[in-house]
């Protein structure tokens, strides 16, 4: 056997291998909640090198024990053609590209399948090649899951704050109540500071934060009731 067919052999086992080994372990987490991410960690870390404590703050809950309002602020700030669209939303992404080609301050386009997909599977950045596994995963996401448990994982895992993770800690830790509790000015609160989480506050806002709160809780009006 040629050197170039054992190599192509040798990809060959590694994609078929690479796929049945993701394919597994998507459809794993479609019944079993992620325990934690690479993001909780590395945070994690962050935090230690920083001379702060070791944070994990997280408390996992079922879909039905996150408040309606939580859901719909959710989608009213990040992804409003979530439960239309397969895992992508490409006018989003195209609107994200042309504001980026003038604009110093990068932003993005991303699903919150795409988020989940980033925050459950893979690690933080911007390259292409994280990219692309983003979108592979998202793909198996969509496929394997329903829009109900991307949903789910997604308000439990997401960074909401320094060592917060998910709806109910960060509930508890701005509201001093349960997610299922959170009313429409509070989940819109919450959604506001995702995108820099670290830098905002849901409880101090600014005055941009503010006019953002304002928006999401407009787009919330306007989703009426969501067909999960």
Known sequence: MGIGKLIWRFVKIFIIAFVGFTFLWVLFYRFVNPPITWLMISRGFERKAAGKTWKIDKDWKDFDEISINMKKAAIAGEDQSFLEHNGFDFKAIQHAISKNRNSKKVIGG????????????LWQGRSYIRKAFEAYFTMLMEVLWSKQR?????????????????????????????????????????????????????????????????????????????DF
């Open 110 to 121: 991303s699903t919150i399948s795409q988020q989940t997909a980033k925050n459950v599977f």
């Open 150 to 226: 991307i949903m789910e994982v997604y308000l439990n895992v997401i960074e909401m704050g320094d060592g917060i993770y998910g709806a109910e800690a960060a509930a508890q830790s701005y509201f001093h109540k349960p997610a299922a509790n959170l009313t429409k000015r509070e989940a819109a609160a919450i959604a506001a500071i995702f995108p820099s989480p670290l830098k905002r506050s849901a409880t101090n806002p600014t005055r941009f934060l503010r006019h953002r709160r304002y928006l999401i809780l407009m787009n919330m009006r306007r989703l009426g009731p969501l």
